[in-house]
C-alpha cells in the first residue's frame, strides 16, 4: 500500500482534524435515528421494554434487593448469570478477527466491524448487569482508581472492571476509526488500527479468562473450584457469538442492500461446528468427575441435573440447555445449512439460547445450592429480575441496532464527508485489513 | 471487495438510507418544520416524560440519602474530626428513622490483644440462647429473624453438613444428636476480604474481620466467597422497633445498618475491646463457649487449645480460622 496521505491532506487541510470528527459523529447519531417505520416500530419496542426495566430497578434501588429473588444463601442469580454470559459473547465477538487477520481470510474483513459491534454492545450491557446487581449503586464511585479504593491487583472485580472497560476502549477506537475513516473515503492506517486489533483479540480472551477466575478463585465453592471454568467459558464464546454474528448477518442482508458474502457464514459455521463438540465434551467430563468421584461435592451437579432432597427447580432449565446444545450440534453437523436460512437460523438460536443457559443459570445458581454449609435454599428469578433483564437486553439490541445502522450507512455512502467523493478508487477501504 | 454503491449487481443508486424508506436522505433536508420533525419531536418530549416516570422511585430516595453521606471516605481516611460529624450525623439518623436515642462508639483494637473463640461441642445443647443474643445485641432486623450465629443439629458420629440441619424446632437435645454453631471464624487469611473490589472490609490488628457499612458497595462478593456462610446482606432496610434497639453501639460492629450492604458477626467488638465478652457467650446457659486473648498464655482460651483436641471447620481450605471446636474426651 503506498502512503495514501499526499493524496488527501493538501485540499483537506483547511478544516482542522477534530472538527471533521465531531461532524461524523453528530452526522452518525442524526442519521442512524432515521428509517422507516419497520425502524421505528422495532426502536419503540425496544424503548418500551427498556423503561419498564429501568422502573423495576429504580423500584429495586428504592425498597432493597429483597425485591428480586436472592437471599444470604442464593446470593448472585440472574443478573450475573446474565454478566458472565454477556462477557462470553463480547469475547466471542471478536474472535471473528480471528480468522480475519490471522489467516488473512479476505471474506472475514467484512464481518469484523459486526463483531467489534456487537462486543461494544455486549460489554455495555454485561457492565449494566454488574450496576444493577449492586446493592448501593449509589456508591459505584467508590470503585474507582485514585478517588476510590481500588483493590487491585488482590480483588479479581477489581481486574475484571479494567478488562472490560479496557475492552470496551480498544472496540470503540477501532470501529470508531476504521468507520470515519471510510466515511472520509480514505484508507486506514494500518498502524493506528492493527495493533489495537491484535490487541483486541488477545484482550477478548483476557476478560473471558478473568471472569472465569472471579468464580474458579473461590475455594469455598466446590462447583466453580476447576480449573476447566476458564476453557469452558471460551468455547462456549465460540459458539454463543458466531451464532449471533450469523443471525445478524442473514437479517441485515434482508433488510438492507448491504451484502456479506457466504463464505464469511461458512466459516463462522465451521467455527461453530468445533466449538459446539469440545463444549458438549467439557461439559461431559466435568459431568463425569462429579458423579463418578461422589462423595458431598456432588451435591450442586446433583441438585443441577437431578435435583436434592425434593428441590428440582433447576432440573427443566438444564435438561433445556443440554437438549438445545446437543440438537444445535447435530444440526451444524448436516449440511442443509447452505440451503435452508431456517435451517441455520434454528440452529444458531438453540446454541445461543443453550449456552445462555448453560453459562448463567447452570453456572452460577448451582454453586450456591447446596449452600457453603449445605443448607438447600433455592432461587426463581423475581418479576423484578425478569423485568430489569429484559430492558437490559432491550437496550443492548437498540444500542448494536443503532451502531449496524451507522456502520452500514458509512458502507453503502449515505454517510460521507464532503471530500469523500474523491474516494482512492481502486483500493476500496473496506478492505481495511489489506494494510496489514 | 463486494461494496454495494460500486457493485453493478446493486440496484440501488446508493443514494437512499436504506429499503423501504421512502424518505429522502436527511441530510439534503431544507430548514424549516417538516411534519417529520414535528413528530420527532413529540416523540422525544414523550420519551423524556417516559424515563422521568419510569426512574421516579430514585427520587424518593433521595430524601432518604443525604449528601454527606454520599461523599463520606472510607473508614480508614476519616480524621478523628470527620469521624465525630459522621458519627453525629448517624445518632441523628437513628433518632430520624427508628426515633431511637443511641451512642456510637468508635474502639481501637487493644496492643497486643488477639482474639480466639473456642466452642465445647460436647455440652453445647442446641437451645440457640447464642443465636437470640446474637439478634438482640447486633441489632438486626427483626422480621427475619437475623443472626450471625447458625446452630446445626448434627447426626453423632459425623462432621458432614450434609446431614445437618439448621431448622429443626423441636425440644433439644436430641439424643442421636451434636449441635454446632456456626458463626465468621475471623479467618487468618479471610478470602472475603481479598475478594472485596472496594476495601470495604477487612482484618484489624485484634483478628476480628470487619465491614464499613457505608463504604460498602453491595456486590456481595464476600458473601460468595465465605466458605462458613458468616456474611448477612441487608435485602431491605433494617425493621427494628425503637424500645428494642441496643443503644450501645459502635461504628464498625452493631448499629444500625443501611440497606444494600454486607455485615458480619464482629466478635462483638464494641464489648469486647472495652474488656467485656461476646453477648452469644454471656447467654449461653451451659458455658459451651470460650472467648479471651490467644496472645496471653494465661488466658481460658489458650488453656484450651493446649490441652484439648481442637479443630478447624474446613481445614483444608487454609483460611486459619481463628475459631475453634472440641470435644470434652
Ligand atoms: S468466616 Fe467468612 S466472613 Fe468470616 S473471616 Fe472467614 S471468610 Fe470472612
Ligand atoms: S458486598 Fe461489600 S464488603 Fe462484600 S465484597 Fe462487596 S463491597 Fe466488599
Redesign the pocket.
Known amino acids: 500500500m503506498s502512503d495514501p496521505t499526499p493524496s488527501v491532506s493538501p485540499a483537506t487541510s483547511d478544516v482542522p482534524e477534530w472538527r471533521r470528527y465531531l461532524r461524523f459523529l453528530g452526522n452518525a447519531v442524526s442519521q442512524s435515528v432515521e428509517g422507516g417505520w419497520k425502524f421505528y416500530v422495532w426502536m419503540t419496542l425496544l424503548t418500551a421494554i427498556f423503561l419498564v426495566g429501568a422502573n423495576a430497578w429504580a423500584i429495586q434501588v428504592r425498597d432493597g434487593m429483597a425485591v428480586t429473588g436472592m437471599s444470604d444463601h442464593v446470593s448472585w442469580a440472574l443478573y450475573i448469570a446474565n454478566f458472565t454470559f454477556l462477557v462470553g459473547l463480547a469475547a466471542g465477538g471478536v474472535m471473528m478477527v480471528i480468522p480475519a487477520y490471522l489467516y488473512n481470510d479476505k471474506e472475514m474483513h467484512d464481518i469484523v466491524l459486526i463483531g467489534e459491534l456487537l462486543a461494544i454492545a455486549s460489554v455495555i450491557m454485561a457492565i449494566m448487569f454488574v450496576v444493577c446487581d449492586l ?1 448501593r449503586p449509589d456508591r459505584f464511585w467508590h470503585m474507582m482508581p485514585i478517588v476510590g479504593k481500588f483493590n487491585f491487583p488482590i480483588s479479581m472485580l477489581t481486574w475484571d472492571v479494567i478488562v472490560l472497560n479496557g475492552y470496551l476502549l480498544i472496540n470503540v477506537h477501532i470501529c470508531g476509526y476504521l468507520l470515519y475513516k471510510r466515511y472520509r473515503g480514505q484508507p486506514p492506517v494500518a498502524k493506528m488500527y492493527v495493533p489495537f486489533v491484535f490487541l483486541s483479540i488477545i484482550w477478548a480472551i483476557s476478560i473471558h479468562t478473568v471472569t472465569a477466575f472471579l468464580y474458579c478463585g473461590l475455594g469455598g465453592r466446590p462447583f466453580w473450584n476447576t480449573a476447566l471454568l476458564a476453557p469452558r467459558f471460551l468455547t462456549s464464546a465460540f459458539v454463543s457469538g458466531p451464532a449471533f454474528i450469523i443471525v445478524a448477518i442473514q437479517i441485515i442482508r434482508r433488510l438492507t442492500h448491504h451484502r456479506f458474502g457466504d463464505g464469511a457464514i461458512r466459516t463462522l459455521v465451521g467455527i461453530i461446528r468445533i466449538t459446539i463438540l469440545v463444549n458438549l465434551l467439557m461439559v461431559a467430563s466435568e459431568v463425569f468427575v462429579e458423579f463418578y468421584t461422589g462423595g458431598s461435592h456432588t451435591g450442586a451437579a446433583k441438585y443441577l441435573y437431578f435435583g436434592l432432597h425434593g428441590h428440582h427447580e433447576l432440573v427443566p432449565w438444564i435438561w433445556t440447555a443440554v437438549a438445545f446444545n446437543i440438537i444445535a450440534a447435530i444440526m451444524f453437523m448436516r449440511g442443509r445449512l447452505n440451503e435452508l436460512p431456517v435451517w441455520l437460523n434454528t440452529a444458531c438460536f438453540l446454541a445461543f439460547a443453550g449456552i445462555w443457559i448453560e453459562k448463567g443459570m447452570g453456572m452460577i445458581i448451582p454453586a450456591f445450592i447446596p449452600s457453603a454449609l449445605h443448607e438447600i435454599v433455592e432461587y426463581r428469578p423475581s418479576l423484578t429480575e425478569w423485568k430489569v433483564t429484559a430492558g437490559i437486553w432491550a437496550l443492548g439490541f437498540m444500542i448494536y441496532t443503532l451502531l449496524l445502522k451507522i456502520t452500514i450507512n458509512v458502507y453503502s455512502r449515505n454517510m460521507r464527508d464532503a471530500q469523500g467523493q474523491r474516494t482512492i478508487e481502486s483500493k476500496d477501504a473496506l478492505a481495511f485489513g489489506e494494510h496489514i | 471487495m463486494n461494496d454495494p454503491s460500486t457493485s453493478p449487481k446493486t440496484p440501488c443508486s446508493g443514494n437512499c438510507a436504506c429499503s423501504g424508506n421512502s424518505a429522502p436522505p436527511p441530510a439534503d433536508e431544507p430548514t424549516g418544520i417538516s411534519r417529520r420533525t414535528v413528530v420527532k419531536a413529540l416523540g422525544a418530549t414523550l420519551g423524556v416524560a417516559a424515563y422521568a416516570k419510569a426512574l421516579a422511585p430514585l427520587t424518593e430516595l433521595t430524601k432518604e440519602t443525604s449528601m454527606d453521606e454520599f461523599i463520606q471516605k472510607h473508614y480508614k481516611e476519616l480524621s478523628k474530626e470527620e469521624m465525630a460529624a459522621v458519627i453525629q450525623r448517624l445518632t441523628q439518623e437513628a433518632k430520624d428513622h427508628y426515633g431511637a436515642d443511641v451512642t456510637i462508639s468508635d474502639p481501637q483494637p487493644v496492643d497486643g490483644v488477639k482474639f480466639g473463640y473456642a466452642l465445647n461441642l460436647s455440652i453445647c445443647n442446641g437451645c440457640r440462647k447464642c443465636a437470640e443474643a446474637c439478634h438482640l445485641e447486633n441489632n438486626h432486623d427483626r422480621p427475619s429473624h437475623q443472626s450471625y450465629i447458625r446452630v446445626f443439629e448434627m447426626s453423632k458420629g459425623s462432621m458432614d453438613f450434609e446431614k445437618g440441619n439448621a431448622h429443626y424446632d423441636h425440644p433439644v437435645p436430641q439424643p442421636d444428636k451434636y449441635y454446632m454453631p456456626v458463626q465468621c471464624q475471623q479467618c487468618e487469611h479471610p478470602p ?1 476480604v481479598d ?4 476495601e ?2 477487612w482484618k484489624e490488628k485484634d483478628g476480628v474481620v470487619v ?1 464499613d457499612y457505608n463504604w ?8 460468595a466467597a465465605c466458605p462458613y456462610h458468616a ?1 448477612r ?1 441487608n435485602w431491605t432496610k433494617p425493621q427494628i422497633p425503637a424500645e428494642e434497639i441496643n443503644p450501645n453501639q459502635s461504628y464498625l460492629s452493631n448499629r444500625i445498618r443501611p440497606q444494600g ?2 455485615e458480619k458477626c464482629t466478635f462483638c467488638l464494641h464489648r469486647t475491646r472495652e474488656g467485656r465478652l461476646p453477648a452469644c457467650l454471656e447467654a449461653c446457659p451451659t458455658g459451651a463457649r470460650v472467648f479471651g486473648n490467644l496472645n496471653d498464655p494465661n488466658s481460658e482460651i489458650r488453656w484450651v487449645l493446649e490441652n484439648k483436641r481442637v479443630f478447624v471447620l474446613k481445614e483444608e481450605l487454609g483460611l486459619k480460622p481463628q475459631f475453634f471446636y472440641f470435644f470434652d474426651e
Not at chain 2, 475478594?195 to 472496594?198: A, K, S
Not at chain 2, 460498602?216 to 458473601?223: Q, S, V
Open positions: 446493592g | 472475603c475478594v472485596c473490589p472496594v470495604a472490609t465491614v460498602c458497595i453491595g456486590c456481595r462478593y464476600c458473601e456474611r446482606f450492604v454486607m
